[in-house]
């Protein structure tokens, strides 16, 4: 008779695809083992994620169960290269939208904030133009990361309910029955 288990869980879907326009989001985990409490690609991409919505590096690796030192571990681990790239960018994308909404100078780079020539008149005459920065990119950009993440929290609570569904492993009792 075969022995009933339900010790295997759903396979692990793949986090979404990320946006053409975010570079960073698209990278190549770290090759790790396969290990319960690990950082699996899913919890990779969504560390990064964390990150490029303005978490710390404490705040984000918190937020998925794992530890700061865990992370830095994982990000000078051979073949990590790619994920510390991404780790970068994400960071890097943070600090420009940051300091883009407090009114800061803008970094080099920072493709998604704008300079927009507004004409300046005076008397109903053209005096000149003033440099203002549009948000609407970065916005944008920030609005395409929010639905990101609120997808893969929506799959993670789609895979909790479906794995507290599943009836408990059969057991045998002390009495063999």
């Given at each position: 008779?075969?022995?009933?288990?339900?010790?295997e869980g759903?396979?692990p879907?793949?986090?979404p695809?990320?946006?053409?326009?975010?570079?960073?989001?698209r990278?190549?985990?770290?090759p790790?083992?396969?290990?319960?409490?690990?950082?699996?690609p899913?919890?990779?991409f969504?560390?990064?994620?964390a990150?490029?919505r303005?978490?710390?590096?404490d705040e984000?690796?918190r937020?998925?169960?794992?530890?700061?030192q865990?992370?830095?571990?994982?990000?000078?681990r051979?073949?990590?290269?790619?994920?510390?790239?991404?780790?970068d960018g994400?960071?890097?994308f943070?600090?420009?939208a940051?300091?883009a909404a407090?009114?800061l100078?803008l970094?080099?780079?920072?493709?998604?904030?704008?300079?927009v020539?507004?004409?300046?008149?005076y008397?109903?005459r053209?005096?000149?133009f003033?440099?203002?920065?549009?948000?609407t990119?970065?916005?944008a950009?920030?609005?395409?990361l929010?639905?990101?993440a609120?997808?893969?929290?929506?799959?993670?609570?789609?895979?909790?309910?479906?794995?507290?569904?599943r009836?408990?492993?059969?057991?045998?009792t002390?009495?063999?029955r």
């Open positions: 008779m075969p022995v009933l288990s339900n010790a759903p396979a879907t793949p986090p695809a990320p946006p053409d326009d975010i570079p960073f989001l990278f190549a985990p770290v790790v083992r396969s290990r319960r409490d690990g950082w699996t899913e919890l990779q969504r560390f990064v994620l990150l490029a303005g978490a710390g590096v984000a690796a937020s998925l169960g794992r530890s700061r865990g992370a830095y571990a994982l990000r000078q051979e073949g990590a290269e790619g994920f510390a790239a991404a780790w994400a960071a890097e943070a600090r420009g940051r300091g407090a009114g100078p970094g080099f780079g920072q493709s998604a904030i704008e300079t020539l507004v004409p300046r008149t008397r109903g053209l005096i000149g003033t440099q203002r920065e549009d948000l990119g970065a916005m950009r920030l609005r395409r929010d639905r990101l609120e997808r893969i929290e929506a799959q993670e609570q789609g895979r909790a309910r479906a794995a507290s569904a009836p408990a492993p059969f057991r045998r002390a009495g063999g």
